[in-house]
């Protein structure tokens, strides 16, 4: 059924939006339960815009549609009028002002490079507006309980363990506690639109996807030489599985020299331990080194393909980092996925990735900078 076809709702909306005359949007916000309660098979969305030139809100509701949207809003007397709506004053284009000398916000986004290299952070973008789409028409607030568990979990994770620290840190960035209260029910609320999406659908596609979530322990070496890499990740693929040698290289049967001798430029490293041998390399001053556990899709995301089946004994490498680096890694051993609590977390994170991959493959996207071939570039590779 249309959602402006149900029974009365055109005239309840159109009251409702009367009575917000003067309204904060945090006011009015809450008014909408109202009016959902009202008419609780319609889906409906409250947007505002603040006059530059008054001060004042204007309101618009939004009921999505097949294929569109239908907006409804309510103008009183004193109004702007229509056509001067949405315009803006010359210093609200303005971001600084240095010596004298002004930077607009087109001026600033426009040295952004980066956004059109790297379309992580335009996903970001993207995504931040898709998932406060979402959360718009969500009729569920929070519990109380839930906030304080959410309030809890922020603080804990930002070593925010007694209130004095917690005091501190909101007046270095400049928050109040309701602009705290704010962020972290904006989080809660993220949080419980991720549960909702991956609802009921865990399980399968643990099964349908429980290689990807192997934890691999890994030896990771970083370069900054290329032609560094390239020889360590080929002598790593000639050496023994690493067995319980220590970083020392006391298992090999020879002591740092001859470690240094194996991994660098004089020797094979045939029957040398990986451990030894990425420790030569590092007390060599060619790389640095790092163990731990990853995550095979992690891994799939920097290597590729050979990540996505790789088992103990696999060279996984060199390949580009972000930082501009080369990074060669050596598997030590492969521990099984099972759905346990973190497995799940991640699995959920993933089912709401890919949801919101889906929402970004049908979302229409403006952007208001940039030439015409370069968003039309980034926005075909957010789709894709």
Request: proline fraction near 5%.
């Amino acid at each position: 059924m249309s959602p402006i076809t149900s029974p009365g709702l055109l005239d309840d909306a159109l009251e409702w939006l009367r009575g917000l005359d003067g309204l904060e949007p945090e006011a009015a916000e809450e008014r909408l339960a109202r009016l959902r309660d009202r008419h609780p098979r319609t889906r409906a969305r409250l947007l505002w815009q603040r006059e530059a030139a008054t001060g004042e809100y204007h309101y618009d509701l939004l009921f999505p549609e097949t294929g569109g949207c239908v907006s409804l809003s309510f103008a009183p007397d004193r109004a702007i009028p229509w056509p001067l709506r949405g315009s803006q004053r010359s210093g609200e284009q303005l971001l600084l002002r240095v010596n004298g000398v002004e930077t607009t916000m087109e001026r600033a986004v426009s040295v952004l490079d980066v956004l059109w290299e790297d379309a992580r952070l335009a996903r970001r973008l993207v995504d931040a507006a898709l998932v406060e789409e979402a959360l718009a028409v969500r009729r569920a607030d929070p519990a109380a309980e839930r906030l304080q568990e959410a309030m809890d979990a922020f603080r804990r994770a930002r070593g925010l363990l007694t209130a004095e620290a917690t005091r501190r840190w909101m007046a270095e960035r400049g928050l109040s506690h309701a602009r705290l209260e704010e962020i972290v029910a904006a989080e809660a609320a993220v949080a419980a639109l991720r549960r909702e999406v991956a609802e009921g659908r865990v399980e399968d596609f643990f099964a349908a996807h429980r290689a990807e979530f192997d934890r691999l322990r890994v030896l990771r070496l970083r370069y900054a030489d290329p032609d560094r890499a390239a020889a360590a990740a080929a002598r790593l693929r000639a050496v023994r599985p690493a067995g319980s040698g220590a970083c020392d290289g006391s298992d090999t049967g020879a002591g740092p020299g001859a470690g240094t001798g194996a991994a660098g430029t004089g020797g094979t490293g045939e029957g040398t331990d990986p451990v030894a041998l990425a420790t030569a390399e590092v007390l060599a001053g060619a790389a640095t080194c790092r163990m731990e556990a990853n995550g095979r899709g992690d891994l799939a995301a920097l290597f590729g393909a050979p990540a996505a089946d790789a088992e103990a004994g696999r060279v996984l490498g060199p390949a580009p980092l972000p930082d501009g680096g080369l990074c060669v890694a050596y598997v030590l051993a492969v521990e099984p996925a099972v759905l346990d609590e973190v497995t799940r977390g991640l699995v959920v994170g993933r089912i709401f990735d890919d949801w919101l991959a889906e929402r970004r493959r049908h979302a229409h996207v403006e952007w208001f900078w940039g030439s015409r071939a370069r968003t039309d570039e980034l926005t075909a590779a957010l789709r894709g």
